[in-house]
């Protein structure tokens, strides 16, 4: 495994416990390598890579459209391995642990893009949301863009100290059950007017909670807004409280049904 080349002050470590967030400036990796995973992600978006068994879809839309309005790649990984030789990969892993302790792993990954001049807002919403309610999880992310991501671009936003609170209730975007992205539901418990925008240089990085809410908006650039998120985590432990997720229940999207299809037709071809 590649060596890592950067580790966090005792300060942005107290910063991040207590914001939920954390955003670095510094590169997490090197001109070079940015260049070499930007051909990779590039392609792996070309070709969709994962479409058929429904990890690549569009987060913000019904995947009906010729093109995708915010198109997602969940395991990227697994189509190019080599992207977790890279020195982001072992960097992100080393401040993973900074945080987490030397138990943390590393979880999924996954990679969203936001094509030039396009790239709906990815709404407000909370991570664990998405996940299994029966689950305590100890995780975070971290967002690394590999290209400039200035606000305009869709950079992340974050509402500091929200990860002290429990997941709040999500829907679909526009109550759309053939949508997988979700929104925080309209609530006073939180207040949008504290958010803080985290724009980043290539190769930066901003880490946040698994509840911290978080949101990027439009690219209203020029340039495609590429973000490589890498997910690491604690082994998680189960809840005594069980929790209801309903948004996630009610869903019927088409990357659902391609993931299913794709299922039964492995399982057929190893009973045949
Ligand atoms: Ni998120």
């Not at 526009?174 to 992205?181: K, S, Y």
């Not at 807004?225 to 009610?250: K, L, S």
């Amino acid at each position: 495994m590649v060596a890592p080349t950067i580790t966090i002050s005792a300060d942005e470590v107290a910063f991040y416990h207590r914001e939920g967030y954390l955003a670095v400036a510094r590169s997490l990796s090197t001109p070079d390598e940015l260049v070499m995973v930007r051909g990779i992600y590039d392609r792996l978006f070309t070709e969709m890579a994962g479409w058929e068994q429904g990890s690549a879809f569009d987060l913000a839309g019904t995947d009906d459209d010729s093109e995708a309005s915010l198109p997602q790649i969940l395991g990227p990984s697994k189509w190019a391995p080599e992207l977790k030789e890279t020195l982001y990969y072992a960097n992100a892993y080393a401040i993973a642990k900074q945080l987490l302790g030397p138990e943390c792993q590393m979880g999924g990954d996954h990679a969203i893009l936001k094509p030039a001049f396009k790239g709906s807002p990815a709404p407000w919403h909370q991570d664990e949301a998405y996940w299994n309610p029966d689950i305590e999880y100890h995780s975070l992310s971290v967002w690394v863009p590999l290209q400039d991501a200035p606000v305009e671009s869709g950079c992340l936003h974050f509402v500091p100290g929200t990860h002290r609170m429990e997941v709040l209730s999500h829907h679909t975007i526009g109550h759309d059950p053939r949508i997988h992205a979700l929104e925080i539901d309209p609530s006073d418990r939180y207040d949008l007017s504290t958010a803080v925008a985290c724009p980043l240089r290539a190769g930066g990085a901003t880490l946040h909670y698994s509840r911290t809410m978080h949101y990027a908006g439009p690219n209203l650039t020029d340039r495609p807004r590429r973000a490589y998120i890498i997910g690491f985590g604690i082994p998680p432990t189960r809840r005594a409280e069980p929790r209801d997720f309903y948004w996630n229940a009610g869903k019927q999207t088409a990357r659902q049904k391609r993931a299913a299809d794709a299922l039964a037709k492995r399982q057929a071809e190893t009973a045949r």
